[in-house]
């Protein structure tokens, strides 16, 4: 097992994701997008995120899994995860993750949030951590399909929502 930390900056979408998940279009902005590598599984251990709203509406981030594949293609930004180990050589997470979206088909995301985190007017700060028997940490289970059952986060719309900028750092352990 290899832990890795993935640091989103910070990040304004360019659309809001729908509260109910769905087929994303081609246009939809994502915080964190990170996929399992082919074959490979990994486990969410931690979520970071930041960010602020407005006193009438506050900022609604929702944490989605994928299940459908998104279509091989660039991401708008790539981010690398870093491992937490220390070797001569370091391991390199074998999934993709990165920022905003595919360059042609997005992923169809589950139906509801694996979690919901709100953000206030002051600048909020959400933090979630797995136990440390990690008896209630998310599985991403890896298939010989690339870019399957992945991990999506993104600013959900919710009533009278804009979009706002916010950033992330989300720890996962890959088996």
């Given at each position: 097992m290899i832990i890795y930390n993935f640091?989103?900056?910070?990040?304004?979408?360019?659309?809001?994701?729908?509260?109910?998940?769905?087929?994303?279009?081609?246009?939809?902005?994502?915080?964190?997008?990170?996929?399992?590598?082919?074959?490979?599984?990994?486990?969410?251990?931690?979520?970071?995120?930041?960010?602020?709203?407005?006193?009438?509406?506050?900022?609604?981030?929702?944490?989605?899994?994928?299940?459908?594949?998104?279509?091989?293609?660039?991401?708008?930004?790539?981010?690398?995860?870093?491992?937490?180990?220390?070797?001569?050589t370091n391991p390199s997470f074998s999934g993709s993750a990165g920022q905003g979206n595919f360059a042609t088909t997005q992923a169809t995301l589950a139906g509801a949030a694996l979690f919901n985190l709100s953000a206030n007017a002051n600048g909020q700060r959400y933090f979630w951590r797995a136990n440390p028997n990690i008896n209630n940490a998310v599985d991403f289970p890896g298939t010989a399909t690339a870019l399957l059952n992945g991990l999506f986060i993104a600013q959900v719309v919710a009533a009278g929502t804009a979009a706002a900028a916010l950033q992330a750092r989300i720890q996962i352990a890959e088996f």
């Open positions: 640091n989103f900056p910070i990040y304004t979408a360019t659309t809001l994701t729908p509260v109910a998940g769905g087929l994303q279009g081609a246009t939809q902005g994502a915080l964190g997008i990170i996929f399992p590598g082919t074959n490979r599984s990994f486990v969410l251990l931690e979520i970071d995120v930041e960010g602020s709203g407005s006193s009438s509406a506050p900022v609604t981030i929702g944490v989605f899994r994928t299940i459908t594949s998104a279509a091989a293609g660039a991401l708008t930004t790539v981010i690398t995860g870093q491992p937490t180990v220390s070797l001569g």
